[in-house]
């Protein structure tokens, strides 16, 4: 099993930019696909991102692409989420999930989150 904790949200203006950690332990790091989810009061859990598992492949939700960058440093056993050019709309809380390869979209490991808050 693999253990996630997030960190690194926060409340941002507008226009400004965060980095979100997602840090990793348990197996091997790089025996996991990482995706990054985020769900907003009253609104259902959306997809963000994922990253495979050597990081040659990445994919984002429409919402997001071209505003925010996933990567993973399998040296640290960490992903990471780079947002920028934030908008309000984009606050929620943020998790980080692992699927287990050869799975691709089924995540079985998720951290406990971490709130942006984007004040406008």
């Known amino acids: 099993q693999v253990q996630l904790v997030e960190s690194g949200g926060g409340l941002v203006q507008a226009g400004g930019s965060l980095r979100l950690s997602c840090a990793a332990s348990?197996?091997?790091?790089?025996?996991?696909?990482m995706a990054w989810f985020r769900q907003a009061p009253g609104k259902e859990r959306e997809f963000v991102g994922s990253i495979s598992w050597g990081g040659g492949r990445t994919d984002y939700g429409d919402s997001v692409k071209g505003r925010f960058t996933i990567s993973r440093d399998n040296a640290k056993n960490t992903a990471y989420l780079q947002m920028n050019s934030l908008k309000s709309e984009d606050t929620a809380v943020y998790y980080c999930a692992a699927a287990e390869r050869p799975k691709v979209k089924i995540y079985d490991y998720w951290g406990q989150g971490t709130q942006v808050t984007v004040s406008s």
């Open positions: 348990g197996r091997t790091f790089s025996m996991y696909n």
